[in-house]
């Protein structure tokens, strides 16, 4: 979850960190036996998203994990020690959070999450509907890597620096070979003079 984003990463690598960025909108700390969260050095604290939990007192605490906050046997926090350790504040907050060893998540309710969380979507390239013109492709006389590159070539999918400019995977769409225009299709397989000798 800490991995961080490089010019150099693939589109496979942008599209993990960016769904990552979806997770931490509705991702919550699940408690559990509470050893693997760190009080003091974790951010954990619902409503606190940016910022570690502060404590009342001025004492430097080292790693101490959450465990230490909640009665193992009843699975309750320790009220006065909650208390004791953070503002008045925060320590509502933390008692407001489930001890429980397992947690309310379905499929469901993360579908229902992803369906209320509402970003742009890039468009789709447009597809040609002219069905006779798929079964004039679908019946040449040609080999079948032919039809499919006719194929990808309408339905944009041919890996072209156009279609990466527009992923913002590259900045520059020029192509390489003639450095004249961008690379998109036509350019690439029909109207660039080097690429056409």
């Not at 969260?37 to 502060?54: A, F």
């Not at 907050?93 to 509402?118: D, P, Q, V």
């Not at 032919?146 to 890996?159: E, M």
Request: hydrophobic share 30%; proline share 6%.
């Amino acid at each position: 979850m800490e991995a961080k984003h490089t010019k150099s990463g693939s589109y496979a690598r942008k599209s993990i960190l960016k769904g990552r960025e979806v997770l931490k909108l509705g991702v919550k700390w699940r408690v559990g036996d509470g050893t693997s969260i760190e009080i003091w050095n974790d951010i954990w604290l619902p409503g606190k998203e940016n910022v570690k939990v502060s404590n009342s007192t001025d004492e430097a605490h080292g790693e101490e994990t959450f465990d230490l906050l909640i009665d193992q046997g009843s699975r309750q926090w320790k009220g006065n020690l909650v208390d004791s350790l953070f503002t008045p504040l925060d320590a509502a907050a933390i008692k407001n959070i489930s001890c429980e060893l397992t947690m309310g998540y379905t499929s469901k309710t993360g579908y229902h999450f992803l369906r209320e969380y509402h970003e742009p979507l890039t468009d789709s390239p447009p597809c040609p509907r002219d069905k006779s013109l798929w079964k004039q492709v679908w019946t040449l006389n040609t080999p079948n890597k032919i039809k499919n590159l006719i194929w990808r070539a309408f339905r944009n999918g041919i890996p072209k620096k156009s279609n990466l400019a527009s992923r913002t995977i590259i900045s520059d769409p020029t192509y390489d070979r003639c450095g004249s225009a961008p690379k998109d299709i036509i350019h690439a397989l029909w109207a660039c003079p080097r690429g056409v000798k």
